[in-house]
Every structure is written in C-alpha cells, then in structure tokens.
C-alpha cells in the first residue's frame, strides 16, 4: 500500500529515465522461451530458492528443472489414484491424481515441500510434507497433514493449488468434488436418495466439509498444523471447520497472495449453462478477491452474486431463487449449518458470449486458471525485474481462450482497468503462472491433449529486458539450389537492432558442420560453390555490446529444382464463375532432366489434379493428394474455425481426448438423418452424455451457419479420401459446383514433379497450384493497408480512418470483370464522415479503374443515402450468413451495396481501394467495408 503511494511521486521528483520506466513497455523487451516441451499434464510449480522449478504431472512424476544448466529430470514418483469407477462400473480417467506443490517460505533452513495428491487406495486427498535435499526427495521424510475425503463414483473437479503467505500460513484451493452431469449446466442440488455426488450442497455449501473450499492453515513444524486468526469460522464452533477461509468455491485453480495487501486471488472454473434462464445465470468462470475470509456462492449464487433457483430433481419443479441475504442449506446431504453467510461477489467473472462488464476477456470456452500479483519488493536478488509499470498489477489467465490480462486496481484493490498483455501471444492450456526469484514469469501449459501427454504442454520464462536486446535478423538467398558452379548472393536487408546499435555481419558457408568460406562486415554476401552437396549457410549478426543472434539457410548444390507452369488459356485466372469451361496446359523444365515439351520428361512422370475444392474439406488432407496446407487453408473455413476457437482444448482429429475425436464423431453420424443440424445445436449451446460424463462447453459466439461449417468439416471425415488420379498434361474442365456444395469454394489445378536428383544430392521436389476462387473478397484479408482497422466483432468489418487511407491485394485478375458490388456501412452512430471509393490498379495512386458515388451519412437517422434494391438485398442476406443473429439483423439493416462499372484488364494488378474523403479528420472513420463481389 504504501509503494503505491510513493511510486506517483518518486515519478514526479526522479529523472525522466525512471519516469520512462513507469510507461508501457515496448512488447519487443519481453523474450519468451520455451525451456522444456512434450511433459505429461504438468499441473503446478513451485519455485527453490536458487531458482530451480519444481512441478508435478497429475499421474505421479516429480520434475526438476535447472534453469542454469537447462535440465530436466524426474526426481520422484508419488503413487498416487488417477481414476474413477461409476455407476455403470466403467473406469474413467478422474481429475485427482499429483495435483499440486508449494516450497516452505524457510526452505533454506528446513528444506521441506509440501505435496497434495490423492492416496493411491482409499478415497481421499492428501496433504504431505517432504524433505527435498541435494535435488531429492527424501522419501522416509513423508508426513501427512491433512487429510479430505473424497467420493469416486463421479468426476470432476480438484483443485489443488498452494500458496503461501508473508505469515507463513498455507493456502490450498480444494475442489467441490461434485458431478457437473445432470443439471444441465446450472446448479448441481439433486438431493434424492443415492445421488449425493451430484448434490453440490454437500461440499461446497457444506461448512462442516473441507471440500468446495479454500483451505488456511499454519503448517507446524512436528507435521501438524494450527489455524490462524481470520479464518471464517472460529475453532470449536459446532457444524462448521476451522480449516475453512472461503467457502463456496466450485472449481478453484491456482491462488496468489498479494504480499503487499495479504489478499488472496484464485481462478475459479464455472459451470457450463449457456444462457441465463429460469433456472438461474448462465455459466460464469470467476477470478475471485478475498480481502477477508467469508462464502462466495456457489453453488446457490454465481458471477455478481446472481441466484439460482431451487429445482426439486424429484419432481422436476423449480423453487424460488436463494436469498441473497439469507442463503439457506436445507439438502439432506448437509452436515453443516443450515444458514449460511450472505456471499461475496466475484471479483471478475465473463460467460461464454461476450460479458458485458468485462468485454475485453472475448467470447469462446472458458477457463479461468492462472494468477500472478507483481510486486518489484517481492524478489530479493533479481536477474532481471519487470518494470514499475507492472506494479501491483493482478495478472489473470485463461486456459482456453489463451490470454492474460494485467489488471490495474486502485488503492483499495477495487477493480479499474484491464489490458492484454503481449496480445500477439497465444497462451493456450495455461494452467498455472508464477514469478521465479529471478524476476521471471514462468508459465506451465497443460497442453492440448486431456489426461495425456501432449507436445505442445511446456515450461515457458517470459524474461523482461531492460538493457540492450539481441538483433533481430532477417537473411534471404537468391537461390536455395543449382547447378554447379553455383553462384549465391545473400542479403541481410531488413535486420535490425530494437536499441538501434550499430550491427556487424559475419557470414559462414558450412559443410557437414565444417567452415569452408567466410566473410564479414558486409549487410550482403556472396559465395561461388564448385563441388555438389548440401551446405549451410550461416548468417551471425552482432551488436556493439556483443549479443548475438544468427540465421540459417540450407543450399542444395548440384541440382536445380524443377520449374512447373500451369497455363490457363482462357478466361479469368483469379476467379470462377460457375458452368464455365477453363482449359490449361502444364509445361515443366529442369535444368538436369530436360522439359516436359522436349519430351525429356515423360508425361506420365508428371502428376496433375484438377478438383473443386469446398469450404469444409481440411487442408491437410488436400496437401497430401493435392496441395500445400498453406494455399488450401483459405478455402476450409470449417477448419479454420475449428482451429481459432477453443476445440483443441478437447478433442483431436484421430485420438480421444476429453472429448471424442472427430473422426470418432463422423463415424457415429455419417448415416444418421438430422445429424448436422443435431451437431450445429449442441456445439452452440453444449451438451452431456453422449460421450462420457464430461460436459461439452456450449459456444453462443457462434452463428448456425459457423457452426454448420464445422459440423461438415467434421464429418466430412467419415468419406473415402480422394483419390489423386493424374490427369493429362493440357486438357480443359468446367466449374460445374458438385451437388451438395454451397459454390464458395474454389478450384485447384494443380501439378508436381520430382527430379532425378544429383551427385551427393537428393531429388528435389517442386508444385506449383493455380486457383481459382469464389469472385468474392473480403476486405480484412488485405495485402497492403494504411489507416484501416479489422473489427473482429460479429459483424465482421473493415473501418476506413482519415481521408487517402486504403487497402490493397495482390495479383488481381479483372479479365472479363464489369463491375464491382461493394458492401458497405457508413452511419451517424458511430459519426463515419462518408466519402468516395476510388478503384486502382498498381499503387494507391495508380491509373483509376472505377469509383462510387459520394457516400452521405443522414443526420435524422443511421441509414446512408444509398437507394436499396433487390441486389442489393441479395448480397446482404448472402454476406450476413457469416454473422450471428443480432448482428446480421443489425447489418441488413445498416448496410448497402454499390456496384461499381469498372475498366477490365487483361493481366492480373494489384488492386487498391482508395478512399477520397478531404474533410474527414485523420482518426474519423469514414466507412466500413465488409465485401467485395466480382461480376463479369
């Protein structure tokens, strides 16, 4: 409290570079490296005193990581239960296991650790204390301090983060131990007969049972413990555990303690409801704030302290909503007291869609894991400490949607802003986040791949730096391979230093790892090869202080990679127009082999495929018979939207994660009626039951026919793979779209060869792939821009700012093109100045192709002074299809279609939409565009 009130003024009295160091810092002085990858559900850490990390994987493993030496290593097993038996007898995969780890505040006196896992045997969790010497655990030095039961019939939800406080009082978040299935995403009260792991009133309402808790207690030094002042219910107290200081709690992941204020903070996993209903509010994951102790919520009260109702599962009648004043527990299953303390609120919470108080966290699935408070007092002898900018800022993460936000909060640590830090970044399956005795923050990813190990789980340091930064280097080759002598010309144009030092080059050209030529000083380079074979060649660029960053290029000497042309001799060579005959002819020509038309190269030798390529269909199955991922992605949108949302979190193409796989998915529904729309419903709104007792996270973000994209994508994967038959060298085909496709694909002609390759070197593959799209571009996928800004809103638009602001994109075709149908939206809401849209091939200022009329904004109204029309509808609904409800209504209304005649070419441009608005101030937007339609 009292840094935070001397900060402002040291900002004031200091020298500017202090006052310097108080500003946002550059995202370029945070490096994140990833320091070990591939682990085995990592699931907490904790920190030893000369800054090697601790971590547990839930089925047992124990791991050191030495940051000096960079190693790994697994320093014990701790037997521990993974798994559950339910009603039906089947063993399913449980959440308990080696769940979490805290180091003693004196651990260089005492070297003790503290453990929480469940017992191998009986139904429980444990708390253990070890001591941990000379890098292990020794084993004869186990205590048991706590103990808290457990049921295993049903999932889910553990808990089991630690931390410590300045006091040395222990923190432990402890889960509720309650089925999530049955109540359809809302409040778990079943209390019939047999059903009490699915009454969440007998846990986390329960003030006589650890669980649904954050558990506080003083280790002692015999392996017991004491119970501190402040706890919420005082020793002795009759229905009720000293052990408790907040009760409430569903899902509680990770704590931290703000040192300075003695705060707890906690990410809380929420239910999965998708909408608010009469049954209560829909699902809200939480960041919660304990200034003292006391009951937050759940499961009577969620997000703001909004109320559920009590359902009668017998009888399927729902009751009035709790009383906030006065939450009564009255389950059968209640050891506890009957009435309970009025709850505290969350102190961040956010639904699936997109909150309302905290728009900022996004829409998609959720999960509110990690937390970090930084404070620059914490750390003793730091190697590194993040700048005072951070101070006292509550980091919080999500393991889902993949960000962490720094919190700003007042004096008192009332909420007052959030940003997102290095919002670049995805941090994906984060599950927990720490400070190091460094000045580090170091991050532990899950990974993608639930109860598995996964590739992509890793232990991360983002280092702050405040000094001098490496360059940053940039190396291009004018050729990878060739014919001897083979003459190659390098450049490190576009390297640069973010301090702005002075750089030196040294430039290497290796052989099976030995230096066979070097030179130096110079931005370019160049080296003259004689004799075949693969080489490297090494780029090292140096600043003046000695920090060193390289880059490195593979050459191949002694052959040359094939030359493939795919012609296409008639028509439009950017886009398709449906029912139209295109013929082409493929040429290819190698400097080794000979060329297709001397017929050194046999037909035959030369694969071509020519095929409409849907929306849906996945661009790695297309690279393997027809093309690369990276020209196909743009034409699976089912795929990319599997891929931007959160689905990795639980399902994989071919292996079963938490949820199944989609191959799994496809063969079940591959002849079923109604599937795709059944598979549409439950991906927006969630569901349980089908395929486990694991609830699917409902996603409202998303429109029907979004998720109808996915839903074909998906099952898609029950067909019979292309097959890639070859065909002729030159022939012609029509665009006739297959039968059951919505035409907004494209078509891809294709063709590839591989050489015969060299003397010490390998053959060398190339293809080349021609497509022809649908005649339709969005502007958010621009090649050049200036002033403009994406909004990835649900309308999804592209906002003009300032008069001359344009976008651009390359290699247009207008062959055969009349005009063009812009989609537009200019309106008095959001003050849009409106202006002219000037059409242009080359360069901003190029020869002028086209332009609209004067686009007016009305001052009665939000509406343009644009006549509508049936085409213009048309294309409205057509384009709103990609939108959610509300806001496709809210676009149809708001939005015109201009069509515009242009003057055609007869080769392909870069094309650039220009705007000419003079009296529009240069931050005023002056339009938003959402489409461009090409007509012949």
């Given at each position: ?15 500017c570079s ?5 500003q946002k ?5 945070f ?14 850490m904790g920190?030893?005193p ?13 791991k ?7 190693y ?7 037997p ?15 959440e308990?296991?080696?769940m ?11 070297h003790w ?22 890098d ?13 039961p457990?049921?295993?019939q049903?999932?889910?939800h ?9 006091d040395?009082?222990l ?7 309650t ?18 792991p699915?009454?969440?009133q007998r846990g986390a ?7 649904g808790?954050v ?22 107290m ?14 509680p992941?990770?704590?931290t ?10 990410g809380?996993?929420?239910?999965d409801a ?14 919660n704030q304990a ?10 009260f969620?997000?703001n302290?909004?109320p559920y109702?009590?359902?009668?599962f017998?009888?399927?009648?729902r ?11 009255n ?7 009957t009435v309970?303390?009025s ?9 699936y ?10 829409v998609?699935g ?8 930084f404070?620059q007092?914490?750390f ?19 393991f ?9 909060m007042d004096?008192?640590?009332d909420?007052v ?21 460094s000045?580090d ?8 791949s ?28 004018d050729?990878?391979?060739g ?24 430039w ?22 004689t ?15 000695g920090?060193e960053?390289?880059?490195e ?10 030359e493939?042309?795919?012609l296409l001799?008639?028509?439009n060579?950017?886009?398709?127009f449906?029912?139209?005959q295109?013929?082409y002819?493929v040429d ?10 001397t ?14 390529v849907p929306?849906?269909?996945?661009p ?13 992605a ?7 939207l599997i891929s ?43 569901g349980q039951?089908?395929w486990g ?8 973000q998303?429109?029907?026919?979004e ?12 067909d ?5 038959k ?8 029509k ?21 015969h ?12 792939i ?12 621009k ?7 994406d ?11 300032g008069?001359?602001s344009f976008?651009g994109?390359k290699?247009i ?51 343009m002074?644009?006549?509508d ?8 609904v057509?384009?709103a299809?990609r ?5 496709a ?21 870069d ?6 608005s003079?009296?529009a ?12 339609e090409?007509?012949?």
């Open positions: 409290m009292l840094l935070r009130k001397i900060v402002p003024i040291l900002l004031v009295l200091l020298d202090l006052f310097a160091s108080a810092p550059e995202e370029s002085r490096t994140i490296n990833t320091l070990v990858s591939g682990l085995d559900e990592p699931m907490e920190f030893l000369d800054g090697k990390v601790l971590f547990v994987e839930r089925k047992g493993n124990l050191l990581y030495d940051p000096i030496h960079d790994l290593s697994v320093v014990a097993e701790i521990c239960n993974t798994k559950y038996i339910n009603a039906q007898g089947h063993v399913r995969e449980a308990e296991g080696l979490g780890i805290a180091v003693d505040p004196e651990f260089e006196k005492n650790i503290y453990i929480y896992h469940s017992d191998p045997d009986e139904p429980k969790h444990l708390l253990t204390r070890w001591e941990f010497v000379d292990q655990l020794v084993e004869e030095s186990r205590k048991v301090v706590l103990e808290i457990a049921q295993r049903e999932c889910c553990t808990g089991g983060g630690m931390v410590f406080d300045p040395g009082n923190y432990i978040t402890v889960g509720n131990n089925s999530n299935g049955n109540s359809n995403g809302y409040a778990p009260l079943d209390e019939r007969p047999g059903r009490e699915w009454d969440d309402a329960n003030t006589n049972d650890l669980r808790s558990v506080r207690i003083k280790p002692e030094d015999d392996g017991t413990y004491s119970i501190p002042e402040g706890n919420l219910f005082p020793e002795g009759p229905k009720t555990r000293p052990e408790i200081y907040a009760k409430g709690a569903r899902n992941w990770r704590p303690i703000d040192t300075h204020t003695g705060y707890l903070y906690w809380e996993v929420g239910p998708p909408v608010s209903s009469e049954m209560g509010p829909a699902g809200y994951d939480e960041f200034k003292k102790a006391g009951f937050f919520g759940w499961p009577y969620a997000g302290n909004e109702a009590d359902f009668d017998e009888t399927k009648k009751g009035d909503f709790f009383d906030l004043k006065n939450p009564v527990n389950s059968p299953n209640n050891t506890g007291l309970l303390p709850p505290t609120p969350a102190f961040i919470w956010y639904p869609n997109l909150s309302e108080q905290f728009p900022l966290l996004g998609s959720r999960s509110a894991t990690g937390v970090a408070v404070h007092s914490d003793k002898k730091p190697e590194r400490l993040w700048p005072v900018y951070y101070e006292g800022k509550l980091l919080i993460a999500d889902m949607r993949g960000w962490i936000m720094a919190v700003t004096e008192n640590s909420y802003s959030m940003e997102r830090f290095l919002p670049k970044e995805n941090f994906s399956s984060l599950i927990d986040m720490e400070f190091s005795p000045g923050l170091y991050i532990l990813k899950y990974g993608s639930w109860f598995a190990g996964a590739d992509n789980s890793a232990l991360i340091r983002i280092e702050y730096n405040a000094g001098n930064r490496p360059p940053v280097v940039k190396m291009v080759a050729k990878v391979n014919a001897l002598p083979l003459e190659l010309k390098m450049t490190a144009e576009g390297t640069f230093d973010p301090d702005k030092d002075d750089l030196t080059y040294a290497e050209l290796k052989e099976s790892e030995k230096v066979v030529a070097r030179t130096s000083g110079q931005i370019t380079s160049e080296f003259k090869i004799k075949p074979g693969l080489y490297t060649a090494v780029l090292k660029v140096t600043d003046k202080h920090s960053s390289k880059k290029i593979e050459i191949k000497a002694g052959n040359t990679a094939p493939i042309n795919i001799k008639a028509g060579k950017s886009f398709y449906p029912d139209t295109v013929v002819e290819v020509v190698d400097q080794e082999d000979g060329s297709l038309k017929k050194e190269i046999l037909s035959d030798q030369v694969s071509v495929n020519v095929d409409y929306e849906t269909f996945d790695i199955e297309i690279s393997s018979n027809y093309a690369t991922a990276d020209a196909q743009r034409f699976s949108t089912g795929y990319k931007k949302n959160d689905c990795g979190s639980c399902h994989m193409k071919n292996q079963k994660s938490i949820g199944p796989s989609y191959t799994q998915i496809a063969e079940r529904y591959k002849n079923t009626s109604g599937a795709n729309n059944t598979l549409v419903q439950k991906i927006i709104n969630g039951g089908v007792d694991h609830a699917m996270a409902a996603h409202p998303l429109q029907e026919n998720a109808s994209s996915m839903v074909s994508y998906i099952l898609s994967l029950s019979k793979p292309l097959e890639a070859s065909l002729p060298v030159s022939g012609k085909f665009t006739n779209v297959p039968v059951g496709e919505t035409g907004y694909g494209g078509w891809a002609v294709r063709s590839a060869y591989t050489d390759g060299g003397r010490k070197v390998p053959a060398i593959f190339s293809e080349e021609v497509f022809l799209k649908y005649p339709f571009l969005d502007p958010r996928d090649d050049f821009y200036k002033n403009t800004e909004l990835d809103t649900p309308t999804k638009v592209l906002q003009f700012f008069d001359q976008i994109f290699d075709d207008l062959t055969g093109i009349s005009s063009l149908d812009l989609l537009i939206q200019a309106s008095k809401r959001t003050s849009s100045a409106g202006g002219i849209i000037e059409i242009r091939q080359g360069s901003p200022t190029g020869e002028l192709l086209g332009k609209t009329q004067t686009i007016e904004v009305m001052d009665r109204d939000d509406s002074i644009i006549p029309n049936e085409k213009s509808k048309k294309i409205r057509e384009q299809r939108m959610q409800a509300g806001a209504e809210y676009f149809l209304g708001q939005s015109r279609v201009l069509n515009v005649p242009i003057k055609p070419t007869s080769e392909k441009v094309l650039y939409f220009v705007i000419n003079p009296k101030e240069t931050n005023q937007i002056v339009l938003s565009f959402s489409g461009i090409f007509n012949q």
